[in-house]
């Protein structure tokens, strides 16, 4: 039987996913970086992290479409769990913003280079990829204030939920 805490980390996992699939209206913002920064940070058996976000991500992608770039997608997402892993040791708000920043950079990176190396948009050279990060900047202000906006949302409720019912500390192993 899973513990309250998983069941409290899945439900919050499980709205904000439904953002994903409605969408929020503005280009870029989805709650899915902040998602894998939670599960790396919260889920005591650290593999839920990666079956969290990743399950998010294959059925919303089932949904919304799937694409030729998923693979950088899923690797940023894989790194953004490994900072949450990093944000775990010390979840202070400093350190939790600092994560959710750096996740978005990631992705900004990661995401850009496989969309300049696997698409016939920009040429392949080092014109063709500053191109590709250049034109990308003006998206770039959506992700990094969606991912703040719902590690805010998300980081919050659980600390809330944690100082309003101190049994969801338990069991961290």
């Known amino acids: 039987m899973p513990s309250t805490r998983y069941l409290i980390l899945f439900s919050i996992i499980l709205i904000a996913a439904l953002f994903r699939i409605i969408g929020t209206g503005l280009p870029n913002v989805s709650p899915v970086a902040a998602i894998a920064l939670l599960g790396g940070?919260?889920?005591?058996?650290?593999m839920w992290?990666?079956?969290a976000t990743f399950a998010v991500m294959l059925i919303s992608d089932a949904i919304i479409g799937f694409h030729n770039t998923?693979?950088?997608?899923y690797g940023s997402?894989?790194?953004i769990i490994g900072i949450g892993f990093l944000v775990s040791r010390n979840r202070t708000p400093l350190n939790v913003t600092a994560g959710s920043v750096?996740?978005?950079?990631?992705?900004?990176v990661i995401t850009n280079f496989a969309v300049w190396y696997g698409s016939g948009y920009y040429s392949q050279d080092m014109g063709g990829?500053?191109?590709s990060y250049i034109l990308a900047i003006p998206f770039f202000h959506y992700t990094?204030?969606?991912?703040l906006f719902f590690t805010a949302v998300l980081f919050g409720?659980?600390?809330?939920?944690?100082s309003r019912f101190p049994k969801l500390t338990e069991a961290r192993a």
């Open 41 to 46: 940070a919260y889920f005591p058996k650290k």
């Open 49 to 51: 992290a990666f079956v």
């Open 70 to 73: 998923m693979w950088a997608v």
């Open 77 to 79: 997402f894989a790194l």
């Open 102 to 108: 750096a996740g978005s950079i990631i992705f900004f």
């Open 129 to 131: 990829l500053l191109t």
């Open 144 to 147: 990094l204030l969606g991912d």
């Open 157 to 162: 409720t659980v600390e809330w939920l944690t």
